[in-house]
């Protein structure tokens, strides 16, 4: 069955950086776009970013533009996210996502696989 692991999460200080990477098993993963989300306490999923199947195009959600790198290694099935100058409100749990609409939409409702999740907390 399909599979999306994520890690690289933890608790950082406010301005420094990690990388997440979600690991994915079960499918032909160039065949999908993927999606990073996030969801903070008491709030509703947010979409951070997304990449089409080639890698050739990135999407990023306002608030993170500039700060957030998404790119992918086919060969290797896996996606990551880098985020640079973290900001307490990047604080959530962080999730990833595979859409078969290969250009990375970035609405929650176009992803059919999605990860368990990995917490990011940024402290000031």
């Known amino acids: 069955q399909v599979q999306l692991v994520e890690s690289g999460g933890g608790l950082v200080q406010a301005g420094d950086s990690l990388r997440l990477s979600c690991a994915a098993s079960?499918?032909?993963?160039?065949?999908?776009?993927m999606g990073w989300f996030r969801q903070a306490p008491g709030k509703e999923r947010d979409f951070v970013a997304a990449?089409?199947?080639?890698?050739?195009?990135?999407y990023y959600a306002d608030s993170v533009k500039g700060r957030f790198t998404c790119s992918r290694e086919n060969a290797k099935n896996t996606v990551y996210l880098q985020m640079n100058s973290l900001k307490p409100e990047d604080t959530a749990v962080y999730y990833c996502?595979?859409?078969?609409?290969?250009?990375?939409?970035?609405?929650?409702?176009?992803?059919?696989?999605w990860g368990q999740g990995t917490q990011v907390t940024v402290s000031s």
């Open positions: 079960g499918l032909t993963f160039s065949s999908y776009a």
């Open positions: 996502a595979a859409s078969t609409n290969r250009r990375g939409p970035n609405n929650s409702y176009e992803y059919d696989y």
């Open positions: 990449i089409n199947w080639s890698g050739y195009s990135t």
